[in-house]
Nanobody, 126 residues
Framework: QVQLVESGGGLVQAGGSLSLSCEVS????????MGWFRQAPGKDREFVSC????????SYTNSVKGRFTISRDNAKNTVYLQMNGLKPEDTAVYYC???????????????????WGQGTQVTVSS
């Protein structure tokens, strides 16, 4: 049983920072590619960032490039999303997702991720 548990969400003013964490249990963490997605009220869930098994490959949606950084600590079975320069439009529930793979690549499509966390709320006030 694979479990993903996000933490680190909260309320922050525009321009502020938050760091999200997602701890994975149930299988060897280094066999997973990881992704972060978000869903704003009334909108579809969308891709934010992803990272390969080793961390050597990352990708970001254009709206967060230069502000968000994805990383992983394979010794702690945890993936992180450091969010700086937050904007009101970043307000959403943020989800982490995991995909077992034998390739060291990252995946941007949410359709390929079978494992999901419960989500953590990020609210950015103007």
């Amino acid at each position: 049983q694979v479990q993903l548990v996000e933490s680190g969400g909260g309320l922050v003013q525009a321009g502020g920072s938050l760091s999200l964490s997602c701890e994975v249990s149930g299988r060897t963490f280094t066999t997973y590619a990881m992704g972060w997605f978000r869903q704003a009220p009334g909108k579809d869930r969308e891709f934010v960032s992803c990272i390969s098994r080793s961390g050597s490959s990352t990708s970001y949606t254009n709206s967060v490039k230069g502000r968000f950084t994805i990383s992983r600590d394979n010794a702690k079975n945890t993936v992180y999303l450091q969010m700086n320069g937050l904007k009101p439009e970043d307000t959403a529930v943020y989800y982490c997702a995991a995909r077992y793979t034998n390739l060291d690549r990252s995946y941007t499509s949410q359709d390929v991720y079978p494992y999901w966390g419960q989500g953590t709320q990020v609210t950015v006030s103007s």
